[in-house]
């Protein structure tokens, strides 16, 4: 599988203001600056796509980009989606609650999405809010629907922090957005669950 072009589609603060359903989404999810917005990045080769940032909280809308793969000589296309982070947010109680509302919507009502990718931070795989966001996910999820896990900042790692969580975890897809190490494994494993 091979990415034609990425593209940004759109912003939306709440399911009102969304894209028509209808083009298959994939929804990245987990805590804040766990790196969704780098792996959007990552994967489409586009540096800037996704606005990313070392201060938690960057990504505050449901952001929409468009990719376009070639798979045997086909054309395909995709949404990505970046969402706000799980959890953190330097910002009111109410504000935060209301992002929080607009996020679970997207998550739990849009038809569209098809593979939810959940981002955790390899250095740190077993946080309480990502056991929250796991099992949140676990509920919700429909027959149509896959859940994959992504453990990202792969570059971070030492051999044998890696080794231990490929013991842990066999199916682990491990990322490094910087890297671009398992960027193209993480790109077929999302596309394949897609289109086969
Ligand atoms: P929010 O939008 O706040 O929810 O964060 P996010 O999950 O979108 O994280 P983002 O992609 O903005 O990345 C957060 C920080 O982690 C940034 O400083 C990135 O440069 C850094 N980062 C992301 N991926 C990697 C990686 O693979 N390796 C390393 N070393 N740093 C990374
Ligand atoms: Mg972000």
């Not at 947010?89 to 849009?110: F, G, M, P």
């Not at 796991?134 to 994959?148: A, F, K, M, W």
């Amino acid at each position: 599988i091979k990415v034609k072009n990425a593209f940004f589609v759109k912003s939306a603060s709440k399911m009102e203001e969304t894209t028509p359903e209808g083009m298959s989404e994939v929804a990245f999810i987990g805590r804040s600056n766990v790196g969704k917005s780098s792996i959007i990045n990552a994967l489409t080769n586009k540096k800037g796509l996704a606005k990313s940032s070392s201060t938690p909280g960057k990504t505050r809308l449901i952001n929409f980009f468009q990719i376009i793969l070639d798979k045997d000589g086909e054309s395909y296309h995709a949404q990505l989606v970046d969402l706000p982070g799980f959890g953190y947010a330097k910002v009111s109680h109410s504000l935060k609650a209301e992002w929080q509302k607009n996020l679970t919507d997207y998550i739990k009502k849009r038809v569209s999405i098809r593979v939810f990718v959940h981002l955790v931070d390899s250095r740190h795989p077993f946080l309480e809010i990502d056991q929250a966001v796991h099992t949140y996910l676990s509920e919700i999820v429909r027959p149509d629907q896959t859940i994959l896990r992504i453990f990202t900042k792969l570059d971070k790692l030492k051999q044998s922090e890696i080794s231990l969580i490929k013991k842990n975890y066999p199916d682990a897809i491990l990322v490094s957005s910087s890297s671009k190490k398992g960027v193209d494994k993480a790109l077929d494993a999302i596309f394949l669950t897609l289109f086969g």
